[in-house]
């Protein structure tokens, strides 16, 4: 079933329509939590709220474009307020969502890959964690970050430009 359909049956009350979105989203939103803040527990209290938020706004929601880009949206309000609150997060977990990447799999170390994370602006970080991470299309990806479909390609070829540079695995 469509994310258009659950949500519309969501708005006419329907619980199982409800428990299936959180099914379908819960693991990814999680992830991608955990991608900023490397907390277990607060990567899920972040993954709570952005389903809180979503299900609060549900009756009011009229579908504009990807459901899936909303809800990442929310998200990354979520986390980059987070941010605000903490200043360093510790980098761990990135070779789960980077591994089997052709451009990263040369880099074998866990502690490499967040090397080569924090090599970036916070803008190719985020790109790179909704591209590779979140397996958003650029399209997706764009109305996440606000800013146009080639600047979210951009960012993310940029980020492996240097990613690969930095690892000296450029080619």
């Known amino acids: ?4 359909e659950l949500i519309k049956k969501i ?10 979105l959180v099914r379908r989203y819960y ?24 389903f809180l938020r979503v299900f609060r706004a549900l009756p ?29 997060y ?3 977990n990135e070779e ?9 799999l040369q880099v074998e170390h866990q502690t490499e890959i967040a090397r080569l994370l924090r090599t970036l602006s916070p803008e190719q970080r985020e790109a790179v964690i909704l591209y590779f991470g979140a397996q958003l299309s650029y399209g997706e990806m ?5 800013c146009n479909m080639r ?4 960012r993310v070829r940029n980020a492996l430009k240097k990613m690969r540079k930095e690892s000296g695995h450029e080619r």
């Open 1 to 4: 079933m469509k994310d258009a």
């Open 11 to 20: 708005q006419l009350g329907d619980e199982s329509a409800a428990e299936a």
């Open 27 to 50: 693991p990814s939103i999680l992830q991608y939590c955990k991608s900023h803040c490397f907390d277990q527990t607060k990567a899920e209290d972040l993954t709570q709220e952005t």
């Open 60 to 88: 009011e929601y009229r579908e504009k474009g990807s459901f899936k880009a909303y809800i990442y949206t929310i998200a990354r309000h979520l986390c980059v307020d987070e941010s605000r609150k903490v200043s360093l």
């Open 90 to 92: 510790p980098l761990n």
């Open 96 to 104: 789960e969502w980077i591994s089997g990447q052709d451009a990263l």
């Open 142 to 146: 764009a109305k996440v970050m606000h």
């Open 151 to 154: 600047t979210a390609q951009s």
